[in-house]
Structure formats: C-alpha cells, structure tokens
C-alpha cells in the first residue's frame, strides 16, 4: 500500500491521525533510508508531523561500517524524542538491525551458538539469534528508560513479517507442514 496506493492519497485515517485530534504529536523514526516504500512520502499523508531517518542519524552507533543502524541506537533517539517531547507524543519506530541479510559479523562477532540444525543454516541461524539477542537489550533499555517519564505510556511491539531465513530453515522446522505459519508473525 505504501508504494502503489498510499502515496496517491492527501490524507487517509490511521491511528496517527486519530492520536493527532486528541491532542497528540506523531513521530515516526526509520534508521534507514527515507526513501524506503516511500516512507518520506507516505508518513506525512497518515499525519505524521515529523520523520527521524537514517540521514539524520549521521553518528548513530553500526556494530559494523556496512550494518544498519543498531537497534539500541534507534531506541536510544526514541527516548530521546519522547523525553524532549512537549505534549504527549505518538512515536511509530520500525527498526533495522535485524533484517536480512544474515551475514555473519555483520552486527559483530555472534555471541550464540545454535545446534540441532543443518550446517549449512548455522551461521544464518547463530547470526539471527546473535541480533534478536541485541534486540532484547535495546528493548530492556528502553522499558527502563520509559518508567523515568512522568506520563502513562504504552508500548506496542510487532513483527511484519517472519525473518527472511532459508528456506530449508522452515522446512526443517516444519512450517511445510502448517504453511499457514509462514504468514503468522507474533
């Protein structure tokens, strides 16, 4: 929809817009390129009023030069904006780090050692775990952080998509089994 459909609009109804009647400020934050399904585009049309992006996080912390962004980075100009905001603030923050590809080394030495699988998905699978590892402890520093605002806050958390791992990994995990795993996220 953001490539074919909502760039085509002025304006659509979203919760962005319905938090913004009441009173709320709407940010999204994207540590990747702007451009990326016409975010800078489609953002300002579901009523955002401000869009944090890659280029605007010039020093912000890589576990390598040719990594994304890291997710605590992210989380870090998250609680960051929220702690400057003026007024109660919706933030939309859709992180990086753990995208495919799964490349080894890509988010630093993995940490975690995977057994029970083929060898040929074992780096993919350690180099996946190694990053979600790194997720849980930008997730923990952001709960931490959040009980210092004095304002109720909700946190929501949501995956679009599973990882792009082999397919050979969800075979052997048997989603061929229950294909319809493969269009669940959790």
Do not use: C
Request: charged share 20%; hydrophobic share 35%; net charge neutral.
């Amino acid at each position: 929809p953001y490539q074919q459909r909502i760039v085509k609009m002025s304006s659509l109804p979203s919760i962005v817009s319905i938090l913004k009647d009441r009173g709320y400020e709407a940010v999204a934050l994207h540590p990747f390129d702007d451009t990326f399904y016409n975010r800078n585009r489609v953002y300002p049309i579901l009523g955002f009023d401000q869009f944090t992006s890659e280029k605007d996080l010039p020093n912000a912390k890589r576990y390598t030069p040719n990594g994304y962004i890291s997710d605590m980075a992210a989380v870090q100009e998250a609680v960051r904006e929220l702690k400057s905001a003026s007024k109660p603030t919706f933030l939309h923050l859709v992180t990086m780090q753990n995208h495919f590809p799964f490349t080894k080394g890509l988010n630093g030495p993995n940490a975690i050692t995977v057994s029970g699988v083929k060898p040929e998905y074992k780096d993919e699978l350690e180099t996946y775990t190694h990053d979600t590892k790194l997720t849980d402890e930008a997730v923990a520093y952001l709960s931490q952080q959040l009980k210092t605002i004095q304002r109720p806050t909700i946190v929501a958390f949501w995956g679009d998509h599973l990882p792009a791992l082999s397919s050979g990994v969800y075979a052997q995990a048997g989603f061929n089994e229950n294909p319809r795993l493969k269009h669940e996220t959790k």
